[in-house]
């Protein structure tokens, strides 16, 4: 029902900072909550941050908090991931992804943006 974009990643020093940008098409955009992932090489998948249907609610893990923060304009069809003083942990394959707010699972993602940070 929806695809999904990422871009925005990029290579970037400690301390530096990206904003990634998740594009939504084929659906009606304010139907999903949307997620942010990331996936480190040889790591599992993790959470990254939820943001609710209409950027009411926002979640982080806590190793982002106070870094990251997460926005959408549902206007444009886009969330975007805010990252600041990163840090060489944070490199990884970042994806976005939606869900309706009756599943439980993320049904749908997007390709990926790698982020790399060089200390």
């Known amino acids: 029902q929806v695809q999904l974009v990422e871009s925005g990643g990029g290579s970037v020093q400690a301390g530096g900072s990206l904003r990634l940008s998740c594009a939504a098409s084929?659906?009606?955009?304010?139907?999903?909550?949307i997620g942010w992932f990331r996936q480190a090489p040889g790591k599992e998948r993790e959470f990254v941050a939820q943001?609710?249907?209409?950027?009411?609610?926002?979640r982080y893990d806590d190793s982002v908090k106070g870094r990251f923060t997460t926005s959408r304009d549902n206007a444009k069809n886009t969330v975007y991931l805010q990252m600041n003083s990163l840090k060489p942990e944070d490199a990884a394959l970042y994806f976005c992804?939606?869900?309706?707010?009756?599943?439980?699972?993320?049904?749908?993602w997007g390709q990926g943006t790698q982020v790399t940070v060089s200390s």
């Open positions: 992804a939606a869900r309706t707010e009756v599943a439980t699972m993320y049904d749908y």
């Open positions: 084929g659906g009606t955009f304010s139907r999903y909550m």
């Open positions: 943001i609710s249907r209409f950027g009411t609610f926002t």
